[in-house]
């Protein structure tokens, strides 16, 4: 159980495309998703985290107006990266966690490789 | 500042020993400590969760303890083997929701 499920996998596109990731929770309803960027060799850094139907809360340096976070629904966030530049290349992992308690795992997707040429 | 700290060189180890993988945290008091396992290009994998007031928990061939006096875990693999290969990351909160992570120690299980 608690599976999370993160599409695409790997991204190469051109430098000024905006690019979609999706992240659902396939067998469970996801009241909080997060969103992290993993650069190579380097710890998982919290990007933001949203909660349904509400806006995402982001972290301080992360620019809002550039990575748009949507949670339509409970079982689905997206982060959509507009106008990517080379230096949004990273590894792009979504977790999520059911109910209330800060205290439960979170379950993590597979991520998303981006590559900006 | 708030720091996790995990062994930053990689962990080589024969199998069938005890693999010993430490994380030491500054400026944080968490209710509970958490332990991921992460493979090479994918998302992390909930292994354990130990709560301040437990002093050790055990899964299966996995021990992890809580020094909160240290501001200390240690993870402990036992009767290592292979496919137990993999970068380890210790996480925790301050409050809330969001985890903080730590770099991570790689594991090399040879055999």
């Known amino acids: 159980g608690a599976v999370v499920s993160q599409h695409p996998s790997w991204v190469i596109c051109k430098s000024g495309t905006s690019v979609k990731i999706e992240c659902r929770s396939l067998d469970f309803q996801a009241t909080t998703m997060f969103w992290y960027r993993q650069f190579p060799k380097q710890s998982l850094m919290l990007m933001a985290t949203s909660n349904e139907g509400s806006k995402a809360t982001y972290e301080q340096g992360v620019e809002k107006d550039k990575f748009l976070i949507n949670h339509a629904s409970l079982t689905l966030s997206t982060l959509t990266v507009t106008s990517a530049h080379p230096e949004d290349s990273s590894f792009y992992i979504c977790?999520?966690?059911?109910?209330?308690?800060?205290?439960?795992?979170?379950?993590f997707g597979d991520g998303t490789r981006l590559s900006i040429l | 500042s708030q720091k996790i700290e995990q062994n930053s060189e990689a962990l080589n180890i024969q199998e069938g020993k005890t693999a010993t993988l430490t994380c030491n945290y500054t400026n944080y008091s968490p209710a509970y400590l958490q332990w991921y396992r992460q493979d090479p290009g994918r998302g992390p994998v909930f292994l354990l969760l130990?709560?301040?007031?437990?002093k050790e928990k055990r899964k299966e061939r996995l021990k992890v303890t809580f020094d909160t006096t240290l501001k200390q875990s240690l993870f402990h693999i036992t009767a290592s083997q292979p496919a137990d290969s993999a970068t380890y990351l210790c996480a925790l909160t301050n409050s809330g929701y969001a985890l903080n992570f730590g770099k991570g120690t790689s594991l090399l299980v040879t055999p």
């Open positions: 977790s999520a966690k059911s109910g209330k308690n800060s205290n439960q795992p979170q379950h």
């Open positions: 130990i709560r301040e007031n437990e």
